[in-house]
């Protein structure tokens, strides 16, 4: 008999039971329980309805059980309920309000259970809670002014939830308050004072909306205070001098918002406690105040990404002997790492070290830095080699030396930790390195590396998703071993001297492969057949090759990607080769996600980089033709729908399946041999800013469709056969004349030519088509382009067979009626279109 027994305490004792079961045993033979204690007890859902027999309930904790189930209203029944404790549940389903509500509960953990949703009631007065626990789960809404009014609320923790709104004022009226955590949420609006709530210890409302400027007052008076993260809002204005002057304080992390003006000094530097502070990617100017070498208790002093200047000394963390993180990549400031003191002791037992942007003349002595896993000298002025130390730093996990002035390697760089290695940018000769084993991120990039590459480099791939040699002087072929890496994302072997075939195991083996730059090499022969059914290429670069042959079919199985990520990047650039044939409709077909744009988004250019992992980025640069101007968009990976199939022998009409594709930005079917009519589908290209067709062999009116393209800004028809009217009342007349120079018979603004002209209706009145015309463009400009204005009139007339004749009989004689002071001119441009006459 257990009737008499009020507390159940089996917490990690294995029951492996169902909810029915374990429920239904609980309420008929523990009738007074008043303590259910079964954390991590491999419970199974749900609670039982039968468990709201069981009214005396004080405690439940069953945390750590996959309970896989709603939250059962009847919890909300127990009138003697204090503490509620499922995190780690699997809970599911709405949480029901009314749980808030009791007024004896004082704990709440529903934390972890990230697929609970739920949203705060307005409180009433006079509840008990006290520690109140949501964290990780799928909450929403907002915070109720309410919330104030709870005045044991003394622990909050709200992290990772969809909370909108402002942080409520009246929170400023929780006295009890000692531990909150709103972080990653999106709060937005103004952080309210905790100034009443005399034992904060710990404040987190990092990763959220809010903003606004916050008063020094906020933070006075709070002597218990250690931990205050405020980082990846928008807060600006100064940094509160009160927040510097806590005694407690320990870390302070403000980084990743606005903050400006100077670092405020800190007082009280002998006694501080203070262990970290990020102050990074702000706005922060003027010098680094001396005090904050003081602060003995360092642990990580970072103050990357500001507009800090001066210069400093790099032996003055000579003070800091506890410090392990410095970073002040990015400022400007001046780092002078000669020198030192040899009385001193030696620099701390640094472990990451960013002086990136520095205006580092050499490299710190880092000899005896055995700790060292994290080395940024980046774009920095270092010249001569890579000292040989450097491979003595035997935990090295990253380390980047790009835009520096580097010509050698002292030593090898295959340390065995080495993840990261970026050499970009620098002047580095000879072969390239031989990579470390496990390497996960190697870029060569922009040296002057030559020779070959090593024919084992695969070797040394099996977890490489980033190798980039573009920019150097390397020649010979692609080795094959290149393709038993399982984990490649980029490949740029962009502008070399590369030459032979692109090997099919490339195309057909990496099946990771989300970048493939070769552009500017020598590779020629044909695009192997092969790309895989399971193809993720989001960039395939071939452009500036010898490559022939037809656009592989197989390129159709490269979808999956852009469907998923619906209107990112599809550029595919076969421009500058010599690919022939049909402007494949199938390799259209490829770019289904440009098909996803449409009315979704208006926004053209957005700048999205391949987010690699910890914070790289690859970030393609690609040369578009945009607006009439070549710009090269160094190193970014656009989301900019483009097709450029400029510069190859591509034949026969354009699809007229190019209509779907109404994510398009730009589009350039230029100096190809492509025939047929402009298909009025292009009219369907809503988003369509750039069009160049010209230098083909179009013929026929341009559709009036091409009207509806109410972004144009840049059209380039020229040197076709086009003929008719211009498309009438529509921005496309407002394009320059030179849009539409070297077609046959094309009339209407911006040409001078009206195509009510007597000529033109005479020569293209009706079809419009007129092909078999022979023009001879350069002897009318050579003829009379220097007369102002007056060959766009006539040079029309040209291509009219039936009027060439005529023309040049009554050249003369016209010229003279429409521009009478040309007289003298006229004359002499007579005797030339005589001359030119004879010559036919
Ligand atoms: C929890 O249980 C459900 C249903 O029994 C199961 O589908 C799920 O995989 C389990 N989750 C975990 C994390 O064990
Ligand atoms: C809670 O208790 C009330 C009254 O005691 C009862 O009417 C209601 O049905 C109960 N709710 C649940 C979900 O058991
Ligand atoms: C979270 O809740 C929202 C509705 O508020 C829902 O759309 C979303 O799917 C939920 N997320 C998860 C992981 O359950
Ligand atoms: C936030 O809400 C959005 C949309 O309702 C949902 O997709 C997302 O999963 C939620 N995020 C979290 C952390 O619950
Ligand atoms: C704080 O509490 C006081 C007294 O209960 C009340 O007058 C005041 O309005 C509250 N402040 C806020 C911001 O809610
Ligand atoms: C702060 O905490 C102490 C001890 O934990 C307690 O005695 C004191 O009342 C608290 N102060 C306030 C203002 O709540
Ligand atoms: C801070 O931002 C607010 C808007 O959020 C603005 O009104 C205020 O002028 C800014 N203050 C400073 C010092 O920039
Ligand atoms: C540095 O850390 C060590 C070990 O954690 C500690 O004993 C020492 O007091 C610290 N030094 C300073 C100046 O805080
Ligand atoms: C640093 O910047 C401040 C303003 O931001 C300027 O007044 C000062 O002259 C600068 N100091 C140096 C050494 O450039
Ligand atoms: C950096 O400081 C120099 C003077 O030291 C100044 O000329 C330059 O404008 C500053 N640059 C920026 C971006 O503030
Ligand atoms: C790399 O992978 C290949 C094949 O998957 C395997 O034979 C080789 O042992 C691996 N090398 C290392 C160093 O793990
Ligand atoms: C896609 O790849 C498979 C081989 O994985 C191939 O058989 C098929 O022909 C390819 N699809 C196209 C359209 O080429």
Known sequence: NLTHLTELLLDGVNISAHGNDWCKALSSSL???????????????????????????????????????????????????????LSSCQLNGIFPQAIFQLPTLEILDLSYNKFLQGSFPEFHQNLSLRTLLLSNTNFSGTLPQSIGGLQKLSRIELAGNNFTGPIPNSMANLTQLFYLDLSSNKFTGTLPSFRKSKNLTYVDVSHNQLKGEIPSGHWEGLRSLTYVDLGYNAFN???????????????????????????????????????????????????????????????????????????????????????????????????????????????????????????????????????????????????????????????????????????????????????????????????????????????????????????NIGNYFNFTFFFSLSNNHLRGAIPQSICSTEELLVLDL????????IPSCLIEKIKTLRVLNLRRNNFDDIIPDKFPRSCELKTLDLSGNNLQGQVPKSLANCTMLEVLDLGRLQIVDLAFNHFRGNLPNICLKTWEGMMEGGNKSLEHIRYDPLKLTNGLYYQDSVTVTLKGLELELVKILTVFTSADFSSNNFEGPIPDAIGQFNALYALNLSHNVLTGQIPSSLGNLSQLESLDLSSNQLSGQIPQQLASLSFLSVLNLSYNRLVGQIPEGTQIQTF???????????????????????????????????????????????????????????????????????????????????????????????????RNRRRQ
């Not at 309930?57 to 189930?69: M, P, Q, T």
């Not at 470390?436 to 870029?443: H, K, P, R």
Request: with cysteine; glycine share 8%; net charge positive.
């Open 31 to 85: 009738p007074n329980i008043k303590v259910l204690s079964m954390s991590n007890c491999y419970l199974s859902g749900p609670l039982d309805a039968s468990l709201a027999k069981l009214q005396s309930l004080s405690i439940i904790r069953l945390s750590g059980n996959n309970l896989s189930a709603p939250v059962p209203e009847f919890l909300a029944n127990y009138s003697k309920l204090t503490a509620l404790q």
């Open 237 to 455: 204005g100064s940094i509160p001098s009160s927040l510097l002057a806590i005694p407690s304080l320990q870390k302070l992390q403000l980084s990743n918002n606005r903050f400006g003006g100077q670092i405020p000094v800190f007082p009280n530097v002998s006694s501080s406690l203070l262990d970290t502070l990020d102050l990074s990617s702000n706005k922060l100017q003027g010098s680094i105040p001396s005090s904050v070498f003081g602060l003995a208790k360092l642990n990580v002093l970072e103050l990357s990404s500001n507009k800090l200047n001066g210069t400093l000394q790099l032996h003055w963390i000579q003070t800091l002997p506890n410090l392990t993180t410095l970073g002040l990549s990015y400022n400007n400031l001046t780092v002078n790492a000669s020198g030192g003191n040899s009385n001193m002791p030696s620099l701390p037992q640094i472990k990451k070290l960013r002086l990136a942007s520095c205006d580092l003349g050499m490299f710190p002595d880092l000899r005896n830095q055995s700790k060292l896993f994290h080395l940024d000298l980046s774009d920095n002025q270092i010249t001569g080699p890579v000292p040989g130390w450097i491979s003595e730093l035997s935990l090295l996990q990253y380390l980047n030396l790009s835009r520096n002035l580097l010509v050698d390697l002292e030593g090898p760089l295959s340390l065995p930790g080495l993840n990261i290695l970026d050499l970009h940018h620098n002047q580095l000769r000879g072969s390239i390195p031989v990579p470390a084993l496990f390497i996960a991120y190697v870029d060569y990039s922009s040296n002057n590396f030559s020779s070959f590459i090593p024919p």
């Open 494 to 501: 962009s502008n070399n001297s590369l030459s032979g075939a």
């Open 736 to 834: 320059s004349p030179d849009s539409f120079e070297g077609n046959q018979g094309l009339c209407g603004p911006p040409l001078i030519l009206a195509c009510s002209h007597p000529f033109i209706s005479a020569c293209y009145n009706t079809s419009g088509s007129n092909s078999g015309i022979e023009i001879d463009w350069n002897f009318l400009s050579v003829e009379f382009g220097y007369i102002f204005g007056l060959g766009i009139v006539i040079l029309p007339l040209m291509f009219c067979k039936r009027w060439r004749t005529w023309y040049y009989t009554h050249v003369n004689r016209v010229i003279f009626r429409i521009f009478p002071q040309l007289d003298k001119r006229s004359k002499s441009l007579g005797r030339r279109a005589q």
